[in-house]
């Protein structure tokens, strides 16, 4: 039988080389060195790395390529990036918040990001980004998984109508359950609202992933309650806290009893590099510190660890493009992630680690998967983080929907190459 798709001579994230995939019917039908079939189309990966699709655990669809409506940020600071949305949120309307979506998600596409888990503001009565970014699920469904977090962006309590409007997004389906508590009235307030928005995931049998203590205050520990509640309503492995970046500044005596609490409840973490780097640290003199999260402790306890992009050409962050090697990138300088195995770890948290948290199915390079994969211009994971690797082809579901040329610098140099190959096997 002919397949859809032969993909020759891969490298895989995991090191095997001179790999074939074969694809029918969306799906990998076998992957093994020598594969002899006939095919409608072949593609000779050149002993070039073929990946999972990149995945964006954290994003802000509904924010994103607004820069500059209807003013930019001065202070660089989140709480100036929460008021600027604020000023923005009664000007938008369904049309240009979904026509800013698609764009974006031609952009992650053309990046081989093929699932994005996007918060969306319901603290606007209207719920017009709800309705927008629904919409927006629904069309770009064949080649992009895009997975909703009811996101009480003015915080749960302290936003009038914010309780009734997550309901009413839930309802409406929005799939996860979000939450703020570092930017409620009271830490006894915040640690309500985590009571609460926990115990609506389990009536409801949703997961959850809250903004946890973005904030550079050692004693914001939201996430301890995170933790507990976590394990107090059985919510093992459905629950996220993201950014967490007040762990950064915590006593280290207590992060040492933290961080087990966190592995024994099953909670995973979500740093986002670009933006924690961009927008902690904003109110210290020198030294200033970097605000991410202390992944590598993390790790080091086995609690599942994911990047996200979090924002681009936003209220807060005003550069980006949809790369999650940008993201890996940040994570390997900011995170001191620097051995062989930690920039590995960088690689699987934009592609397996993210997937595992949204819980998606068919993810992977294996047989019976679907046939979802990047074709990288580069010859192993680490080699794709420093180059930021061009995406020569991304395949959904066996077709090829984006392809990019090779990047070949050409050279004018006597005695030298008159081109250059930019890979190198690390
Ligand atoms: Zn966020």
Redesign the pocket.
Known sequence: MTLDLLVRNAVLPDGRTGQDIAVRGGRIAEMRPGIEAEATRVIDAAGHLVSPPFVDI?F?MDATLSLGLPRLNQSGTLLEGIALWGELKPLLTHEAIVERALHYCDMAVAQGLLAIRS?VDVCDDRLLAVDALLDVKRRVQPYLDLQLVAFPQDGYYRSPGAVENLKRALDKGVEVVGGIPHFERTMADGAASVRALCELAAERGLRVDM?CDETDDPLSRHIETLAYETQRLGLRGRVAG??LTSMHSMDNYYVSKLLPLMAEAGVAAIA?PLINIVIQGRHDTYPKRRGMTRIPEMRAQGILCALGH??VMDPWYSLGSGDMLEVAHMAVHVGHMTSREAMGFCFDAVTKNPASIMGLDGYGLAPGCNADFVLLQARDPIDAIRLKATRLAVVRRGRVIAETPARIPALALEGRPATLDVTLAS
Request: charged residues 10%.
């Open positions: 954290h802000h918060h903004h993201s950014h986002n979090d924002c």
